[in-house]
């Protein structure tokens, strides 16, 4: 009985987000969609904060997020 062969661990495999995903993927629409809006034209801008910590998100990032979860009808 033949076992499965091991990936070489002395090579690197890379993945690309992008190919992974479908082209006719509804995130893809919404990402193209919110890219496109201007949020300051809709009062949708961010605090500014103190340089202390980590640097905060793009606004658009949590939009895009917000939109999926909708279509995707995430309740939680």
């Known amino acids: 009985m033949e076992h499965i062969s091991d990936t070489n661990r ?3 495999e890379f993945s690309c987000l992008e190919a992974l995903i479908e082209k ?15 949020l300051k034209q809709m009062y949708f801008v961010a605090k500014e904060v ?5 640097p905060s998100f793009n606004s658009k990032v949590f939009l895009k997020l917000y939109f999926y979860g909708y279509l995707a009808q995430i309740n939680q």
């Open 10 to 12: 002395h090579q690197i």
């Open 50 to 54: 103190q340089q202390q910590g980590r």
């Open 24 to 38: 006719d993927n509804s995130v893809r629409f919404i990402d193209a969609f919110v890219d496109k809006l201007d």
